[in-house]
């Protein structure tokens, strides 16, 4: 890739992550709510902000991942994230995750920003498979991925060890040709 590629929705801008957003991300990526599902502990400083642009940029690099900021289309504000991670080109097959400020929770916006992702990976990308892992307890995050299609397959027991305990996750897919049909179906 050689530009970024900048996703526009109706009410959003979905454009590259830079160090001038660490701020931003770091008002929703401190915040325990926000972070309860995500993985890692709340951030507690701008560094930590900085360590995750550093890693997005680096999974671009090695195309291994493309992560967008999500932003108002009248604001420069990153608000979230969403995008996609552990690409297996030769599998034609990623994961996908995705995260949003507080504030913004209920107003459809990550169903959004998500819609325009899956499509990009399925039209660009060219990939067969996205596949979600979303921990039980997050009925949030499951009703958006199956609002998008998205297909629960199993449970992972104890899948992730992350901030000091084991946690199980619901591995959820979406295949390409589900994507096309949903599109059919909204034609």
């Not at 900048?6 to 454009?15: A, D, G, H, P, Q």
Request: glycine share 8%; hydrophobic share 35%; aromatic share 12%.
């Amino acid at each position: 890739m050689n530009s970024f590629p900048i996703l526009e929705t109706s009410r959003l801008r979905l454009r590259e992550i830079k160090e001038t957003d660490a701020a931003s991300m770091l008002a929703y990526l401190s915040d325990t709510e926000v972070m309860k599902h995500y993985g890692l502990e709340p951030f507690q400083t701008i560094e930590e902000a900085f360590d995750e642009i550093s890693w997005y940029q680096s999974t671009l690099k090695q195309k291994t991942g493309i992560r967008w900021g999500i932003t108002l289309k009248e604001e420069s504000v990153v608000i979230g994230s969403c995008g996609f991670l552990n690409i297996a080109s030769q599998h034609y097959r990623s994961e996908i995750g995705y995260e949003l400020h507080r504030n913004y929770w209920g107003k459809g916006i990550a169903s959004e920003a998500l819609g325009a992702v899956i499509a990009y990976g399925f039209e660009q990308l060219k990939l067969q498979r996205i596949q979600a892992l979303i921990e039980p307890p997050n009925i949030a995050s499951i009703k958006l991925a199956e609002k998008q299609g998205f297909v629960r397959e199993g449970l992972l027991r104890n899948y992730e060890y992350t901030c000091g305990k084991f946690d199980d996750m619901y591995m959820y897919s979406l295949l390409g040709q589900d994507f096309a049909t949903s599109i059919k179906g909204k034609l």
